[in-house]
T-cell receptor, first 116, second 111 residues
Framework: GAGVSQTPSNKVTEKGKYVELRCDPISGHTALYWYRQSLGQGPEFLIYFQGTGAADDSGLPNDRFFAVRPEGSVSTLKIQRTERGDSAVYLC??????????????FGPGTRLLVL | GQQVMQIPQYQHVQEGEDFTTYCNSSTTLSNIQWYKQRPGGHPVFLIQLVKSGEVKKQKRLTFQFGEAKKNSSLHITATQTTDVGTYFCAGPGSNDYKLSFGAGTTVTVRA
C-alpha cells in the first residue's frame, strides 16, 4: 500500500478485556516496529520484527502484551487483561530492511486505545 | 541507557519569527533523526543526520548535528502557521533499529 495502515483508529474497551491492534506495513518492508505514545511524550519502543520473527521484544512492558507477524507482513499487537494505564496511542512503523544505521521508519496513523 | 532530551518543551512563536529547538543525548549517536507530528497526527520523518557537524536544510528548516554527535538542533526561520506541531528528535537506542525519542518540542504560532 501507499503507507502504513492501522486498524482500528480508535478502540474503547473496559478494564480486564482483551484487545487486538492491527498493523499493515508498507508493501515490501521487512522490518516492523510497534511503539506506544502517551500524552505529551515521544513514542516509546515496544517490539521489533524482522520478517516473521520478533527480533527484539525488550520494550513490551509485561507479559500481558504480545505481538505476532505470522506471514512477515501484517502484525497484530495483543493486550490481555487491559488496564487503565494501557491507554495510549499505539503506533506501528515499518522500514525497508531494518537493523541498519540509516533506515527511515515510516509511521502509521496509530490506534488510540482507551481503557475505561 | 541512551536518553535523548529536548528543550524547550513548548515554543510559542509569533508568525514570521525564527526559533530553535535543541536535542541532547547522554551518549554519542551514530545518527539522529527528526520527526514532526501534527496535532492528532502521527510522526512524519523529516530528516536524518549522520556525519559530525552535518548541516542540512529543507526550505525554512535547518538541521544541525553537533561535532561530538551528542546534540542536534532544528532552526526554523520565518515561522508559519503550517509549522504548528510537535518536533521530535530520535536517536538509535541500544540497537540501531530501536529509536529513542525525546519528549518533543510543541510549537504553537500566533498570527
Amino acid at each position: 500500500g501507499a503507507g502504513v495502515s492501522q486498524t482500528p483508529s480508535n478502540k474503547v474497551t473496559e478494564k480486564g478485556k482483551y484487545v487486538e491492534l492491527r498493523c499493515d506495513p508498507i508493501s515490501g518492508h521487512t522490518a516492523l516496529y510497534w511503539y506506544r505514545q502517551s500524552l505529551g511524550q515521544g513514542p516509546e519502543f515496544l517490539i521489533y520484527f524482522q520478517g516473521t520473527g520478533a527480533a527484539d521484544d525488550s520494550g513490551l512492558p509485561n507479559d500481558r502484551f504480545f505481538a505476532v507477524r505470522p506471514e512477515g507482513s501484517v502484525s497484530t499487537l495483543k493486550i490481555q487483561r487491559t488496564e487503565r494505564g494501557d491507554s495510549a496511542v499505539y503506533l506501528c512503523a515499518s522500514s525497508l530492511e531494518g537493523g541498519g544505521l540509516q533506515e527511515t521508519q515510516y509511521f502509521g496513523p496509530g490506534t488510540r486505545l482507551l481503557v475505561l | 541507557g541512551q536518553q535523548v532530551m529536548q528543550i524547550p518543551q513548548y515554543q510559542h512563536v509569533q508568525e514570521g519569527e525564527d526559533f530553535t529547538t535543541y536535542c541532547n543525548s547522554s551518549t554519542t549517536l551514530s545518527n539522529i533523526q527528526w520527526y514532526k507530528q501534527r496535532p492528532g497526527g502521527h510522526p512524519v520523518f523529516l530528516i536524518q543526520l549522520v556525519k559530525s557537524g552535518e548541516v542540512k536544510k529543507q526550505k525554512r528548516l535547518t538541521f544541525q548535528f553537533g561535532e561530538a554527535k551528542k546534540n542536534s538542533s532544528l532552526h526554523i526561520t520565518a515561522t508559519q502557521t503550517t509549522d504548528v506541531g510537535t518536533y521530535f528528535c530520535a536517536g538509535p537506542g541500544s540497537n540501531d533499529y530501536k529509536l529513542s525519542f525525546g519528549a518533543g518540542t510543541t510549537v504553537t504560532v500566533r498570527a
